[in-house]
């Protein structure tokens, strides 16, 4: 009887592995755990800027709820933009950038404000603006692309009486 066959019932033999053989399969499951390793780095870095997007979106969000509660009218258009306390005016067109912290995460807040219509010459409150854009641009400090950056835009009219 040869050493690598035993009996089995039934007069049948039966092989084990050879040391090659045992060789070879635990070297194609390393390969495939390795496979899976990067899977799980590249999982925790998509979930720490997916958290990243999320409380960006929370702060755009906030800040574009307190801008659309202050009243845009022909009295309060021309009150300069700060927050948490400010206005609407213009004076934001070339972006007004701030630095908040939200959750122990710092994040750039860039807010535009953009004059768009105006009163026409010749009527009551000539060239003053009556519909302005409102965008809020919000980028995490860790960020590595443009896509990590979250913008929430929006538009407000004034309530002036004629067609313009």
């Known amino acids: 009887m040869k050493l690598n066959r035993t009996a089995v019932k039934g007069g049948a033999a039966q092989r084990g592995f050879t040391l090659l053989e045992a060789a070879i399969a635990l070297v194609i499951?390393?390969?495939?755990?390795?496979?899976?390793?990067?899977?799980?780095?590249?999982?925790?870095?998509?979930?720490?800027?997916?958290?990243?997007?999320?409380?960006?979106?929370?702060?755009?969000?906030?800040?574009?709820?307190?801008?659309?509660?202050?009243?845009?009218?022909?009295?309060?258009?021309?009150?300069?933009?700060?927050?948490?306390?400010?206005?609407?005016?213009?004076?934001?067109?070339?972006?007004?950038?701030?630095?908040?912290?939200?959750?122990?995460?710092?994040?750039?807040?860039?807010?535009?404000?953009?004059?768009?219509?105006?009163?026409?010459?010749?009527q009551p409150d000539a060239g003053a603006c009556t519909r302005k854009r409102i965008q809020i641009s919000v980028t995490p400090a860790r960020a590595t692309t443009n896509f990590e950056t979250v913008t929430v835009s929006t538009q407000r009219t004034t309530q002036v009486v004629g067609s313009y």
């Open 29 to 122: 499951l390393m390969i495939i755990g390795l496979g899976i390793a990067s899977l799980f780095t590249y999982s925790i870095q998509a979930n720490g800027k997916a958290d990243d997007r999320e409380l960006a979106m929370t702060i755009a969000q906030k800040r574009m709820e307190w801008l659309r509660t202050i009243p845009f009218t022909t009295q309060t258009r021309g009150v300069a933009y700060s927050f948490p306390n400010g206005g609407l005016a213009a004076t934001a067109t070339a972006g007004v950038s701030e630095t908040v912290t939200n959750a122990g995460r710092s994040y750039t807040v860039i807010t535009i404000i953009s004059d768009l219509n105006f009163v026409p010459a010749g």
